[in-house]
């Protein structure tokens, strides 16, 4: 071999640099291939996006599931049930003023279960003191970000049916 073959750096060793004084550098050339690689894989990342967002549903299909029996519920009485998963705690409770009202059991804040005080006729979250109005789920005091989903419901006869969930509703 030449002394010319031997003092010829490798391919490799230009683009991926291992001795410590080049490492404190980066060529215009690989900073300029970096940033374009990067911002074609974030473009191509958004265009995904955007064509799912394209053929998503605009609204989730909620499964109708009978929850209880409205002779069952007394005023002041609770009663929890799953919706739409099996994971998803709700609570139906009716107010002394004789209306359903069906909530996620789920606080806003850390996911603590709320309970129906008919007492004070209000949800309330133990944790950290958050209050929801059983009327429309909106935040009363506490730290709860959100009001509470909605749990929609249909009475039919002496049926009660969940039917869909208000996310945030409001009255």
Same mark, same amino acid.
């Given at each position: 071999?030449? $002394? $010319? !073959?031997?003092?010829?750096?490798?391919?490799?060793?230009?683009?991926?640099?291992?001795?410590? %004084? #080049?490492?404190?550098? !980066?060529?215009? =050339?690989?900073?300029?291939?970096?940033?374009?690689?990067?911002?074609? +894989?974030?473009?191509? +990342?958004?265009?995904? @996006?955007?064509?799912?967002? &394209?053929?998503?549903?605009?609204? %989730?299909?909620?499964? #109708?599931?009978? @929850?209880? =029996?409205?002779?069952? @519920?007394?005023? *002041?009485? !609770?009663?929890?049930?799953?919706?739409?998963?099996?994971?998803?705690?709700?609570? &139906?409770? =009716?107010?002394?003023?004789?209306?359903?009202?069906?909530?996620?059991?789920?606080?806003?804040? &850390?996911?603590?279960? /709320?309970?129906?005080?008919?007492?004070?006729? =209000?949800?309330?979250?133990?944790?950290?003191?958050?209050?929801?109005?059983?009327?429309? *789920?909106?935040?009363?005091?506490?730290?709860?970000?959100?009001? &509470?989903?909605?749990?929609? @419901?249909?009475?039919? *006869?002496?049926?009660?049916?969940? /039917?869909? /969930? #208000?996310? +945030?509703? #409001? %009255?």
């Amino acid at each position: 071999m030449s $002394d $010319d !073959v031997k003092n010829q750096r490798p391919v490799w060793r230009e683009e991926f640099s291992v001795d410590a %004084p #080049e490492d404190a550098y !980066v060529l215009r =050339r690989q900073f300029t291939k970096f940033l374009v690689l990067t911002s074609a +894989g974030m473009a191509c +990342g958004n265009g995904w @996006i955007w064509l799912r967002s &394209l053929t998503a549903d605009a609204r %989730p299909a909620y499964p #109708e599931v009978a @929850i209880a =029996r409205a002779s069952e @519920i007394a005023a *002041g009485a !609770v009663r929890t049930f799953s919706y739409p998963r099996a994971q998803d705690p709700c609570i &139906l409770f =009716r107010r002394s003023t004789g209306v359903l009202a069906a909530f996620s059991q789920k606080c806003t804040h &850390l996911s603590c279960a /709320v309970y129906y005080s008919a007492e004070r006729d =209000r949800l309330e979250c133990p944790c950290h003191d958050g209050f929801f109005a059983p009327d429309s *789920g909106r935040v009363l005091q506490g730290p709860p970000p959100r009001p &509470l989903p909605r749990i929609r @419901i249909e009475q039919r *006869g002496d049926d009660i049916f969940a /039917v869909g /969930v #208000e996310e +945030g509703a #409001e %009255p």
